[in-house]
C-alpha cells in the first residue's frame, strides 16, 4: 500500500464525519501539497475494493467514505444529512431468508431530521 493510501485510510478512519473525496483531498493537501484529485480517486478505489474502507452512494449527492466498521447510516430525506447508527447486525437473519451467506449489506434508514421538521 502506498504512502498516500495510508494516509487517506488514516483520514477516514479517523473522521467523524463522512467525507467526500473532495474534502479528503483539501485535508490531504494540508500536507501534502504536491498531490492531485486524481490520486484521492485513484487510492480510495483502491481501498474500497480492498474493503479497507465503505463507500456510501446516496442519489443526488457526492459519494461519500467511512471505516469499515458495522454500523448503518441515518439520512435525512430533506438536507441529506449522515449519521451513524448502531442497529443489531441482521447477517445472521438475511442469511437465514436467502439460505446462504451474504458478504455485506449496506443499510440506509431515511427520515426527516430533526432541524427539517422544525421547519415544517
Avoid: W
Avoid at 500500500?1 to 487517506?8: D, E, N, V
Avoid at 473522521?15 to 483539501?26: K, N
Avoid at 490531504?28 to 484521492?40: F, Y
Wanted: proline residues 1%.
Amino acid at each position: 500500500m502506498g504512502r498516500y493510501a495510508k494516509q487517506i485510510l488514516e483520514l477516514v478512519n479517523q473522521s467523524q464525519e463522512h467525507m467526500t473525496a473532495e474534502q479528503i483531498f483539501l485535508e490531504l493537501k494540508k500536507t501534502e501539497n504536491k498531490v492531485v484529485q486524481a490520486t484521492v480517486y485513484n487510492n480510495l478505489n483502491f481501498l474500497y475494493q480492498e474493503n479497507l474502507i465503505r463507500k456510501l452512494s446516496i442519489a443526488g449527492s457526492p459519494d461519500r467514505y467511512d471505516k469499515i466498521q458495522k454500523h448503518d447510516h441515518l439520512i435525512c430525506r430533506k438536507c441529506g444529512m449522515l449519521s451513524d447508527i448502531m442497529l443489531e447486525d441482521l447477517t445472521r437473519d438475511l442469511e437465514k431468508q436467502l439460505d446462504g451467506e451474504i458478504l455485506f449489506y449496506d443499510l440506509k434508514v431515511f427520515y426527516l431530521c430533526q432541524q427539517c421538521r422544525d421547519k415544517e
